[in-house]
């Protein structure tokens, strides 16, 4: 006769499984929302949030990326990003033009004001850091993996 009950010690290890602190998405999302809150106050001073941060750092590396670039590089879909733009050109620190070359295309360039917002900025990684208590190659590494664990989803949800 054969024993169809599950052994407590199997019942238990998936159970385990299922606590909110053993799940992997939880400590991604929970580590997400106080990323976002440290960087509020820092980002304060330039007026900015931190979406409106990111779309930042894309143009502060490569100025006047096409939208879809843009959203490309940050994941993000055109009814998220499109309002963030606005937000941003009502600020005076982004300008969406047509691409001469393609009318259907629109670019994003970065105003003086977007310009000179960068040196504002320069000192906001290093404040993180310090936030973080890691080491420069601790936050690589980590960033490292995340970015890889991160591509590896999307290509199982694809």
């Keep these: 006769m054969s024993n169809t009950r599950t052994p407590r010690s199997t019942k238990a290890a998936t159970a385990s499984w299922l606590a909110l602190d053993m799940q992997l998405c939880f400590a991604l999302y929970s580590t997400s929302l106080a990323m976002t809150k440290l960087y509020k106050p820092l980002l304060a001073p330039l007026g900015l949030t931190y979406p409106q941060y990111l779309v930042m750092l894309v143009l502060w590396e490569q100025d006047g990326q096409p939208v879809n670039a843009i959203g490309e590089r940050l994941t993000l879909d055109s009814g998220t990003l499109t309002p ?6 009502a600020a005076g620190l982004v300008q969406r033009l047509r691409d001469a070359a393609d009318e259907r295309r629109v670019l994003v360039q970065l105003t003086a004001e977007g310009r000179t917002l ?36 999307a290509q199982a949800a694809a």
């Excluded at 963030?84 to 050109?89: C, Q, S, T, V, W």
């Excluded at 504002?120 to 208590?133: F, G, H, T």
């Design 84 to 89: 963030l733009l606005k937000r941003l050109e």
């Design 118 to 153: 960068k040196g504002q900025a320069e000192s906001i990684p290093k404040q993180v850091l310090c936030a973080m208590d890691c080491q420069l190659d601790e936050i690589s590494s980590l960033t490292r993996r995340l970015k890889a664990l991160r591509d590896n989803i």
